[in-house]
C-alpha cells in the first residue's frame, strides 16, 4: 500500500495514526486495539478479511516502519469483538470526529484534497450521517459472524465434561484448531493446567479444579492380578465446558463454529 498522508488523532489520550490510501482512510491496527482494550494484534487481524489488512509505511520517532494497517470496515468488525467499555465509544468517536475531519482536510471519499472552503454544517452532518451507515453495516455483517463466539460464551455454563479425546474432538470443528488427543494434553500442560506424575497419569493442579476448567474423576476399581486384590483406579482429567471455551481461545479459535451436545 502506498500512504498519502498521515494524520494523528487522541482517543481520549491514546493516539491513533490514520493514513490515507489511494484516498480511503486506513487505521494503524495497533492504535486500535490498545485504544479498544484489544491485546493479541495478530488473533485480532487474523479475524479481518484480507481485502480490510494491510501494510503502510508509517513515520515513527526511530524512523519509516511497515505497520500494519485496517480499513474502515476492518475497524468496525474490531470495535464489536472487544468487550470493553471504551470500544462503544471509540466507534461514536471515529464517526463524528475523525472521518469527518478527514474529509475536511482531506482527500476521502469524494471531498477535493484541499477544499477552498470550509464544509457547511449541513454537509459536516451528511458526513457523519453517511459514516454511521457505514459502521451499522459493518455491524450487520460482523454480527453475522457473532452467534458462533456466543456459543463458545453459552457452553461455558453448560453441564457436564469431555474426556481430553474429545474435546479436541470439538476444538478441531474450528477451522483455525488442529489438535489430537496428545497434542491437547501437551498444550495443556504447557499451559500449566496439568502435570504428570512419574509413572503416572495426566494429573490436574488444583487451580484448575478450582476454577472449574477441569475435573478429575476416579474410574471404576479393578482386580490387580500381581497384587491379587482390588485396587483403585487413577483418575482421569476431563474437561468441562468452561475449559473447554477458554482452551478454544487460548488456542486462537475463530468462533465460526456450531457446536455439538456435550459428551457425558
Not at 44 to 70: F, N, W, Y
Not at 128 to 140: I, K, N, P
Not at 210 to 227: I, M, W
Request: charged share 25%; hydrophobic share 40%; proline share 5%.
Amino acid at each position: 500500500m502506498t500512504a498519502v498522508d498521515l494524520q494523528l488523532f487522541k482517543f481520549e489520550h491514546q493516539p491513533v495514526r490514520v493514513v490515507l490510501v489511494d484516498g480511503d482512510p486506513w487505521f494503524v491496527a495497533r492504535d486500535v486495539c490498545t485504544a479498544i482494550g484489544l491485546t493479541n494484534l495478530s488473533m485480532a487481524l487474523s479475524r479481518i478479511d484480507d481485502d480490510e489488512k494491510g501494510v503502510s509505511q508509517i513515520d515513527t520517532p526511530g524512523g519509516q516502519q511497515q505497520m500494519a494497517t485496517i480499513a474502515e470496515s476492518g475497524l468496525y468488525s474490531l470495535v464489536l469483538r472487544s468487550d470493553k467499555k471504551e470500544a462503544a465509544r471509540f466507534r461514536r468517536w471515529v464517526t463524528h470526529k475523525v472521518l469527518p475531519e478527514i474529509r475536511r482536510t482531506g482527500s476521502y471519499s469524494e471531498m477535493p484534497a484541499a477544499p477552498v472552503q470550509l464544509p457547511s454544517k449541513k454537509e459536516l452532518a451528511q458526513w457523519v450521517v453517511e459514516a454511521e451507515e457505514r459502521a451499522e453495516l459493518a455491524e450487520a455483517r460482523a454480527r453475522e459472524l457473532e452467534p458462533p463466539a456466543a456459543a463458545w460464551n453459552e457452553l461455558a455454563d453448560a453441564a457436564g465434561d469431555y474426556s481430553v479425546a474429545d474435546a479436541a474432538k470439538v476444538l478441531c470443528r474450528d477451522p483455525k484448531i488442529s489438535i489430537g488427543e496428545r497434542r491437547l494434553f501437551d498444550a495443556m500442560h504447557g499451559m500449566h493446567w496439568i502435570y504428570r506424575p512419574r509413572g503416572g497419569r495426566w494429573r490436574a493442579y488444583q487451580d484448575q479444579l478450582d476454577s472449574g476448567r477441569l475435573v478429575e474423576k476416579v474410574g471404576k476399581p479393578y482386580y490387580h492380578a500381581g497384587r491379587d486384590e482390588v485396587v483403585a483406579a487413577d483418575p482421569v482429567v476431563r474437561v468441562t465446558p468452561k475449559g473447554l471455551a477458554a482452551l478454544h481461545q487460548k488456542l486462537g479459535g475463530s468462533g465460526q463454529l456450531e457446536l455439538m451436545a456435550v459428551v457425558s
